[in-house]
């Protein structure tokens, strides 16, 4: 059993669980195993859990996707970004939210509306 320490915690997914703590710069999220370890500290603004090994975090106001390494897969660069699903996200990539796309880990936009 995990000690309750996290203001807010996501489901685990693919073995990780989205954590946030409460630090003197605000809510901050990181990633911890079934154990309660720390795998990713603590430095994002938001994130969601992993899916298809990419999780989509927040940092200053934009969103991209870090790797279960903590590598970046995608630089933050969207308005909002939704989890992996079939090898796309479902992404805004204007911040009046008007503009959508599918895009692969490659960053590519397969569909987005006119």
């Known amino acids: 059993m995990i000690e309750p320490k996290f203001s807010i915690a996501e489901r685990f997914s ?3 669980a989205a954590v ?11 990633y ?16 969601q859990s992993i899916s298809e090994g990419a999780a989509a975090v927040r940092v200053g ?4 996707y870090i790797d279960r390494a903590n590598q970046w897969i995608l630089q933050p660069q969207y308005r909002y970004a939704n989890p992996f699903l079939a090898g796309l996200a479902y992404n805004a990539l204007d911040d009046q939210g008007k503009t959508w796309a599918y895009v692969n880990k490659q960053g590519k936009i397969v569909w987005k509306n006119e």
Not at 32 to 47: C, F, H, K, L, R
Not at 61 to 64: E, L, V
Request: glycine residues 18%.
């Open 61 to 64: 106001g934009k969103w991209g």
């Open 14 to 16: 693919e073995g990780l």
């Open 32 to 47: 911890i195993d079934t154990q309660g370890n720390w795998v990713m500290e603590p430095i994002y603004d938001e994130a």
């Open 20 to 30: 946030a703590i409460q630090t003197e710069n605000g809510l901050k999220w990181g």
